[in-house]
């Protein structure tokens, strides 16, 4: 059996992407969180990060939020 498609537990989720990666999907969680509650993108950068001042929202993952968001994101299919 193929383990390719497996999530690692919550706690070993960080250990098992690169920092790129992650870099890459906390982004992709804070755009996504933004385009949610406001049905379109941030017009800029700094719109974005005043939101995220606001919402003193974090992409870690002690943040329950972020952390059903990875899993979800982890399981679609690449491509």
């Not at 017009?43 to 870690?60: I, N």
């Amino acid at each position: 059996m193929s383990d390719d498609n497996v999530l690692p537990f919550p706690d070993r989720m960080r250990d098992a992407i690169d920092e790129e990666k992650w870099r890459a999907l906390q982004g992709e969680f804070y755009l996504d969180c933004y385009m949610a509650q406001h049905g379109q993108p941030a017009e800029d950068p700094e719109q974005l990060r005043t939101w995220l001042e606001q919402a003193q929202l974090f992409a870690e993952l002690e943040n329950p939020f972020f952390r059903g968001w990875l899993v979800r994101r982890l399981s679609e299919p690449v491509g």
